[in-house]
């Protein structure tokens, strides 16, 4: 089942110029269907679009040619960006409790705090904190707002690898735990591979699909580097238009 349609016929930023039409254009006919609890994950040259994508999926603009239709109208969306943006003026606990739907018990807050290791420090003010304590936080605050569709925009980058895997590893736990579809931008392909049930391939701007790749890869061996380098180099293979995106 369909739970989100994603179809942006055209997305340019105001001011490009009018004189260079199509070369403005910074998405076009970018046309997604995502089931329900999918998690996708979106590759592609930096600068081409992924977050303005991700802007125009959660609602957070508005001005493009095209359609977001969801299955539940009334969904909830939560975005992780690229930085954390807690609210300095807030400890971690209180940025993450505005994100709690009313009427609902801490309890999950409790349990996330506790999984992701910021239990200690739930009561500290951002600017006092690392930024990969902000970065769990920040996963936090998404996971308890307890979403039907998560946007994430590269939320490991310039993280050390190990804390990376680590807080990699916690995020499908959670999203196994409590499952709603993803969109996840990244530059790495091996934590795309490692994350994803799907693998969208993008192009420079104006940007479109370029390859669509089921990872077929089983969940458990994803961990196994060897395993995730061999499925890599077989996709290469069976899509060589991805081969300059890499
Ligand atoms: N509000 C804006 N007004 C005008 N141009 C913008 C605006 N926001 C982004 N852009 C431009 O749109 C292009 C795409 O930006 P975007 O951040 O979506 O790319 P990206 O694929 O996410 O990049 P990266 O991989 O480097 O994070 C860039 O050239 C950027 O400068």
């Known amino acids: 089942m369909t739970a989100l349609h994603i179809d942006i016929r055209r997305k340019r930023y105001a001011g490009a110029s009018a004189a260079k039409k199509s070369a403005a254009d910074q998405i076009g006919n970018f046309r997604l269907d995502i089931a329900e609890n999918e998690f996708i994950c979106i590759f592609g040259p930096s600068g081409c679009g992924k977050t303005t994508l991700l802007n125009i999926v959660s609602g957070l603009d508005h001005q493009f040619e095209g359609v977001i239709a969801g299955e ?96 990699r590893k916690l995020l499908i736990r959670l999203w196994l735990e409590n499952p709603h579809g993803a969109l996840f931008v990244t530059h790495d392909l091996t934590e795309a591979v490692t994350l994803a049930d799907r693998l969208i391939f993008v192009s420079a701007a104006p940007m479109s699909i370029v390859a669509d790749i089921r990872i077929t890869l089983p969940r458990e061996f994803r961990n196994d580097n060897e395993q995730v380098s061999a499925f890599i180099a077989r996709i290469m293979t069976q899509h060589p238009q991805i081969q300059t995106l890499i």
């Open 72 to 167: 539940n109208t009334a969904a909830r969306f939560s975005h992780v960006f690229q930085n954390p943006r807690l609210l300095p003026w807030r400890t971690v606990r209180q940025n993450i409790d505005l994100a709690v739907p009313k009427g609902t018990s801490g309890e999950l807050v409790e349990h996330l705090l506790e999984e992701t290791g910021i239990a200690a420090v739930q009561h500290q003010y951002p600017e006092t904190l690392s930024l990969g304590v902000c970065r769990r936080a920040a996963l936090v605050r998404a996971f308890a707002s307890r979403p039907d569709f998560m946007l994430l925009d590269e939320p490991f980058v310039s993280l050390d690898a190990p804390t990376a895997r680590r807080i």
